[in-house]
Every structure is written in structure tokens, then in C-alpha cells.
């Protein structure tokens, strides 16, 4: 048996030239899945997106409706908190600044539930002023269903449990409601720079 070779080691790979890596991230070249249950599969003509800005005021597109919004496409890193970073990745999306544009939130935060049941709860903050999009195409092509198609929340500057996949519902809130992870014991806010991973962190 020869001895375990240091070819087994995951090599670190270099960082591009200006890149930076949040503490304790690696890089990926490929896209992981990580979902907590199933993949749904919703037709796009019974999908819809609601907003549920404050009591009495809602929002809702479908899906022809949510594509006739202008969208934009940003290129940003994204960060997983089980440590695999990806830099430089391409998505097309509509702001949620545009689907909140002259509303006036009656809370704090958003609770943002998808199909599936799944949920994560964010500060309005963190979804705003060019921070969030719902994105709809990932590298030029309609974001496949294992990444979240027909359209996932988009919040980069946080872990990417946050990037809520399927997602149906934006509720604005209150109160900060704990949402799927963050009730297993994971950070309320998920700022990978300050390493926000766990709700002690
Ligand atoms: N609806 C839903 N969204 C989700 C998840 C999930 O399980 N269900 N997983 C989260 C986690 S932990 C991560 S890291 C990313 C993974 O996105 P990806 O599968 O496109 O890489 O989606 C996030 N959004
Ligand atoms: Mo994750």
C-alpha cells in the first residue's frame, strides 16, 4: 500500500489577480446544487411572484408580466456557506427595487418563501439599493430548474443559502422570521465577509 499521496490533497487554487475570497471559503470551478429537498417543476403559466409590501398592498406578476420588467445583468462572486466560493458569475435578473419601486414597506425585513416550503428571512436592507435581483438566466440561458428556474432570489453579498431558489413570495415583515436554515441555527443575516455562519457568529 503506498502511503497517501499528496495527489489526493484538493489543491487551493490560485486566486485570479485582484480576486478575494471571504475567510475560510475555497474556490470551485463547476456549480454545485445544494437543495434541501426536491427539484419543483411549476409550468410557467401557473407561475406567478407576489409582493407583499404592507397590509392591503400586494403585488403580483406572472410570468410574461415579471419578464416585461426591465432586467439587468450583473456579474458577481457568490459564496455557499458549507466553503465553496464562485467568482465571475453571469446572471440576468429584475431588481428588487423594481418590484418594490414606490412602495412604501411597512416593516424591516422580507420573509421570502418558494415552492417547495422552502424559506430565508433577510433585512430590507439587504435587498435593496441594487443588492437583489430575481434572477431568471444564469450564463446567457433560462436558469435551470436545479438552480432555481424558472426564477431564485439573488443576494451575492451574502451567503448564498440566502439566494432563496423557486421563489414565489416576498413578504415584508416586521419582525426578523427565522426562515429554514436560519431556524436549523444558521446566521439571521449570513455576511460571509464577517464570517456570519452560525446564529452565534
Ligand atoms: N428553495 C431553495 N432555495 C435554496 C436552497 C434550497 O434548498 N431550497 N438552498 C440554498 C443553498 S444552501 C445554497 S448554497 C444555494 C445553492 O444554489 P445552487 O444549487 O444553484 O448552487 O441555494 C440556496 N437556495
Ligand atoms: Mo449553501
Redesign the pocket.
Known amino acids: 500500500m503506498p502511503p497517501i499521496s499528496r495527489g489526493f490533497r484538493r489543491r487551493q487554487r490560485d486566486l485570479p489577480e485582484g480576486a478575494r475570497l471571504p475567510p475560510g471559503q475555497h474556490l470551485v470551478d463547476d456549480?454545485?446544487?445544494?437543495?434541501?429537498?426536491p427539484t419543483p417543476h411549476v409550468p410557467l403559466d401557473t407561475w406567478d411572484l407576489a409582493v407583499y409590501v404592507a397590509v392591503g398592498e400586494s403585488r403580483r406578476w406572472d410570468w410574461d408580466a415579471f419578464r416585461a420588467l426591465p432586467a439587468e445583468t450583473v456579474t458577481v462572486d457568490i459564496h455557499?456557506?458549507?466553503s465553496w466560493s464562485k467568482l465571475g458569475t453571469v446572471w440576468e435578473g429584475v431588481p428588487v427595487d423594481t418590484l418594490l419601486a414606490d412602495a412604501d414597506p411597512f416593516g424591516a425585513f422580507v420573509s421570502v418563501e418558494?415552492d417547495?416550503g422552502?424559506t430565508t428571512n433577510l433585512p430590507l436592507e439587504d435587498v435593496t439599493n441594487g443588492k437583489a435581483w430575481v434572477a431568471f438566466a444564469y450564463d446567457g440561458a433560462p436558469l435551470e430548474p436545479?438552480?432555481?428556474g424558472p426564477a431564485r432570489l439573488l443576494v451575492p453579498h451574502l451567503y448564498?443559502?440566502k439566494?432563496?431558489?423557486?421563489v414565489r413570495r416576498i413578504v415584508v415583515t416586521e419582525d426578523d422570521e427565522l426562515g429554514f436554515?436560519e431556524t436549523l441555527g444558521y446566521h439571521r443575516r449570513g455576511d460571509p465577509w464577517r464570517e456570519q455562519r452560525y446564529s452565534g457568529d
Do not use: D, I, N, Q
Not at 163 to 166: D, L, M, P, Q, T
Open positions: 456549480f454545485p446544487v445544494l437543495s434541501a429537498g455557499c456557506v458549507t418558494c417547495g422552502y436545479e438552480h432555481g448564498f443559502w439566494s432563496a431558489k423557486w436554515w
